[in-house]
């Protein structure tokens, strides 16, 4: 048996934590009223799963109860039972039954990290002030930032001071998709030629996206110098999660490039979509309705924390891929006057036609944890990265448009199966040149993501990364041939002319 932290009980969120009496200087002498002295205290943040306040989180609880087996049945069974049993100590349906539970030697070695994730979770839903979550929105020209880790970014950036590994944990998983991109581009990236993360190829990769990502001299440009530049256009393939963060987190993006513009598109099957209700224009919109305090807290602990909405206005206006459609589930919205973020709900290579033509020095793509080496689901002897309804269709159409493709990894492992699996791909192996060499990403998340059909297998987001571009051939092949036997046929022609 697992012994429960002391304190960890559900039943203590109902208890009152009593402070000592504080009296001002001249109200020493006035009685305390009754309940006066009785304080809510801070939120319990552990729950079981299945009892906890908050539907998503139940409802997530039934998803890992009726996909994920017992790891101890399959040891003396020849059918795997569906877990049904909460573990005590981290509140995580694990097995079977307590009886698996307690002869389970293994799990204590990942209980504390599930007991961590499911704090973490209730945590962003305990309807706390987060003041760590209230990103510096601004960022002078003049003014440098440091990617060498999130403490240096965090300084640099003048972001709030983080005060507990928690706090680490909520920022770091909702920041590590744009900082992981500005980490690339920047030319103060920590990813140089000197650390050996970069190739020469790389660096000139991002040299030539670096001359329209930063201005000669640091000069500051104007909103109209602005909208004369090429917008820089990002393509996110394979969106899941990431599509899912609110606009305003990709401008962090634009806080890091101020005399850029950018055009993000969020591109895959499993992108978010807003809800599109529609409504009458002429409806003017409700008023706000007061609601008694009491009841306050309780909303706020029912929709959880709400990061500020920056105004929906651009002065910065390009017409390149704007307002386009595209045949499939979409949406645009402007996250900032220099940022524009465009959800496409399709496989790429449905879509790759109408962005062409790419251009290098403009265009770049990422592709957050892509499982190309997992087996393909509709075609099981394949991986992802050959399948004609995942990845294959694609790689060969990025490789084509010779721009970087930058990829991140979960793991160690994970990264070396998915740069494994481009060997033996048509159109992909020996197609490419390495831009960036695979190794850890400063900017990973610091935050376990637990997976529902096994609590045991736990990843840390973009953990790695590397790119590619598509092979540069500036000679083709048999060309120094062809130019020989053509200029003997020059000089003969020559030779044999009236003039010789």
């Known amino acids: 048996m697992h012994p429960r932290p002391s304190g960890s009980s ?37 729950h079981m799963l299945s009892e906890s306040p908050h539907p998503d989180i139940r409802a997530r609880s039934r998803r890992i109860a009726s996909i994920a087996t017992c790891p101890i049945c399959p040891t003396h069974l020849e059918e795997r039972k569906q877990v049904a049993f909460e573990c005590p100590d981290c509140g ?25 994730a499911n704090e973490d979770e209730h945590d962003l839903r305990s309807g706390r002030p987060m003041p760590e979550l209230k990103f510096n ?42 900082i992981t991109i500005a980490s690339v581009l920047h030319e103060h990236s920590a990813l140089t030629l000197r650390n050996q993360r970069l190739t020469n190829e790389g660096a ?34 394979g969106a899941r999660s990431e599509s899912g963060l609110p606009p305003q987190i990709w401008h962090q993006i634009g806080c890091l490039f101020t005399s850029s513009v950018f055009h993000i598109y969020l591109i895959g099957p499993q992108a978010s979509m807003p809800d599109n209700t529609p409504r009458d224009p002429s409806t003017p919109n409700p ?17 959880g924390y709400e990061p500020p909405i920056l105004p929906i206005s651009s002065s910065v206006v390009n017409p390149r891929d704007q307002e386009r459609n595209y045949g499939v589930p979409s949406y645009s919205v402007t996250a900032s006057p220099n940022v524009r973020v465009v959800g496409i709900k399709a496989n790429y290579h449905d879509v790759h ?12 793509f990422f592709a957050f944890s892509p499982g190309f080496g997992f087996p393909s689901p509709t075609s099981p002897p394949l991986t992802q990265s050959a399948s004609p309804t995942e990845w294959g269709p694609d790689l060969p159409q990025i490789l084509d448009t010779k721009c970087a493709l930058f990829v991140t990894g979960f793991s160690p492992t994970d990264v070396e ?37 096994d609590p045991r297998v736990m990843v840390k987001t973009n953990w790695g990364i590397w790119g590619i571009k598509g092979k540069r051939r500036d000679i083709r092949e048999g060309y120094e041939e062809q130019v020989l036997e053509e200029d003997v046929e020059e000089e003969e022609r020559y030779i044999g002319s009236p003039r010789y």
Not at 92 to 116: I, M, Q
């Open 92 to 116: 995580f349906p694990t097995h079977c039954s307590e009886e698996h539970w307690a002869t389970d030697a293994e799990h204590g070695k990942y209980c504390d990290r599930l007991r961590e």
């Open 204 to 237: 000139r990769s991002l040299a030539a996206l670096r001359s329209n990502l930063h201005t000669p001299s640091n000069i500051e440009l104007s909103p109209r110098d602005k909208a004369e530049r090429p917008p820089i256009r990002i393509f996110i393939l």
């Open 287 to 303: 008023a706000p309705v007061e609601e008694p305090i009491e009841n306050t807290r309780e909303k706020r602990i029912q929709r």
């Open 10 to 46: 559900s039943n203590s969120s109902s208890s009152v934590i009593r402070r000592p009496q504080s009296r001002a200087l001249f109200n020493w002498a006035r009685k305390p009223v009754e309940g006066e002295l009785e304080d809510e205290g801070p939120p319990e943040l552990f």
């Open 353 to 364: 036609a109408q962005f062409a033509p790419f251009d290098p020095y403009s265009d770049v």
């Open 417 to 453: 199966r998915d740069v494994r699996s481009l060997d033996g791909v048509e159109g992909v192996a020996g197609e490419f040149d390495w831009v960036l060499t695979p190794g850890t990403n400063p900017f990973g998340s610091e935050k376990w993501d637990i997976a529902d059909f």
């Open 137 to 178: 929105a601004s960022q002078t020209w003049d003014e440098a930032v440091s990617f060498s880790s999130w403490d240096l970014f965090w300084y640099t950036r003048s972001f709030p001071s983080m005060d507990s590994d928690r706090s680490r944990r909520h920022v770091t998983k909702m920041l590590t998709y744009p």
